[in-house]
């Protein structure tokens, strides 16, 4: 069972928009930054969002990233059939004084 | 270029141990966090280890505690992760991660290395 909570999978059309939620607590979200990754199996996670809402050179402004309480959320808008991968929500947990991540969301582009 | 490429990965029968290794390059590895995050068959990303800068300061998850050691080699520019008394539950692919814009963020990513506890 993972620390923070993202729907097990999200689809949509080419072109279109989708969100892929992250909840947690106080002691991780509510006081930590999120970051956002995607991951393609058999290759290394690629960092996307930082800091709730920044991306890191290279990454295409078709991600986006907000945080509010104990919740954040990632957008990806012009999807793309190479946007099917895993995404994860990730940050520090204070109480646990411990990384955690969401279990992830698998993204199907149909 | 940012390059972190991890060793030491294999087949280990439950209760053994294994040494991973983890070579950096590209930047200045003494100015950075690093951690081990692993996963599972299956399973989604977890968060292992992380060590200071100066090896001073280190933290595990819970289901590693008191079996892992991470720690770190600044003159090789590498990061390592002895794992002991191994379960098949700590079968997994491990990647070594550097902790960029802040704690708990992973801003580069090793490919990782397979680890299978099975006898």
Wanted: net charge positive; proline share 4%.
């Amino acid at each position: 069972q993972s620390v923070l909570t993202q729907p097990p999978s999200v689809s949509a059309a080419p072109g279109q928009k989708v969100t892929v939620s992250c909840s947690g607590t106080s002691s991780n979200i509510g006081n930590n930054y999120i970051s956002w990754y995607q991951h393609l199996p058999g290759t290394a996670p690629k960092l996307l969002i930082y800091e709730n809402n920044k991306r890191p050179s290279g990454i295409p402004d078709r991600f986006s990233g907000s945080k509010s309480g104990t919740s954040g959320t990632l957008g990806i808008t012009g999807l793309q059939t190479g946007d099917e991968a895993d995404y994860y929500c990730g940050t520090w947990d204070s109480s646990l004084s411990a990384g955690v991540f969401g279990g992830g969301t698998k993204l199907t582009v149909l | 270029e940012v390059q972190l490429v991890e060793s030491g990965g294999g087949l280990v029968q439950p209760g053994g141990s294994l040494r991973l290794s983890c070579a950096a390059s590209g930047f200045t590895f003494s100015n950075y966090w690093m951690s081990w995050v692993r996963q599972a068959p299956g399973k989604g990303l977890e968060w292992v280890a992380n060590i200071r800068q100066d090896g001073s300061q280190k933290y595990y998850v819970g289901s590693v505690k008191g079996r892992c050691t991470i720690s770190r080699d600044n003159a090789k520019n590498s990061v390592y992760l002895q794992m002991n008394s191994l379960r098949a539950d700590d079968t997994a692919v491990y990647y070594c991660a550097r902790e960029g814009y802040n704690f708990g963020n992973f801003d580069q990513w090793g490919q990782g290395t397979l680890v299978t506890v099975s006898s």
